[in-house]
């Protein structure tokens, strides 16, 4: 099993910046993918960015890309998700995600946290 506890959302004007955390525990974190996902009010849930593990292969969505970068620091078991130029159609909830492949993490995964709030105001 994998926890997932993400942090770091808020209000925030539009152009602003935060960055989410996640903290993982669990199985070996080092070796899962992981990713960002996120889900606006009357919308389904959506890939934001994902990583493999050694973050040689990266993914983003179109609607975030220059913009959001995910990072992992495998020493503190935490990945990150910068997030510049917020939007306020970036307003959503976010969570982060695991699984033991890319590809699984963006058709699917099987580990989510509880999700945080960000809210971007115009």
């Known amino acids: 099993q994998v926890q997932l506890v993400e942090s770091g959302g808020g209000l925030v004007q539009a152009g602003g910046s935060l960055r989410l955390s996640c903290v993982a525990s669990g199985r070996t974190f080092s070796r899962y993918a992981m990713g960002w996902f996120r889900q606006a009010p009357g919308k389904e849930r959506e890939i934001v960015a994902a990583c493999n593990w050694s973050e040689s292969s990266t993914y983003y969505a179109n609607s975030v890309k220059g913009r959001f970068t995910i990072s992992r620091d495998s020493a503190k078991n935490t990945v990150y998700l910068q997030m510049n130029g917020l939007k306020p159609e970036d307003t959503a909830v976010y969570y982060c995600?695991?699984?033991?492949?890319?590809?699984?993490?963006?058709?699917?995964?099987?580990?989510w946290g509880q999700g945080t709030q960000v809210t971007v105001s115009s």
């Open positions: 995600a695991a699984d033991t492949q890319l590809l699984t993490v963006l058709a699917g995964p099987d580990y």
